[in-house]
């Protein structure tokens, strides 16, 4: 029996193809999606800028099957919400982060005294 992880992904992709009406909406949008506005959530979170080259989505996705699946849910995830709202896009490409497997590293303290 596998256990389920939690991963923060980063889909990254750049913009390709867009429609003025696209482009309208998205830089009429521009100042909700800055650096800001970057967090993981299960809906992801887009970031971009005003010159619309690139962009990314930021996704905190539960899994039981490995970081390569988490990556894929969320590129599947962010290309839905791109194709659904018109946005042309290249190829995405995804960063995993297993969240459940990284090693804290506390520099700075030693012993095992309260801080």
Do not use: C, P
Not at 64 to 74: K, L, P, R, V, Y
Not at 82 to 102: C, I, K, P, Q, W
């Amino acid at each position: 029996m596998s256990t389920q992880h939690t991963y923060r992904v980063i889909v990254r992709g750049t913009w390709d193809g867009l429609t003025d009406e696209a482009r309208t909406r998205l830089l009429s949008e521009v100042d909700g999606h800055g650096l800001s506005a970057m967090q993981f959530t299960e809906e992801g979170s887009l970031a971009y800028d005003r010159v619309l080259k690139h962009f990314s989505f930021r996704y905190v996705v539960v899994s039981d099957d490995g970081e390569e699946m988490a990556g894929a849910i969320a590129e599947d995830r962010a290309e839905t919400f791109l194709n659904e709202r018109g946005y042309g896009h290249g190829a995405l490409r995804s960063t995993v982060t297993d969240m459940d497997a990284m090693k804290i590293n506390y520099k700075g303290r030693r012993g095992t005294g309260a801080a």
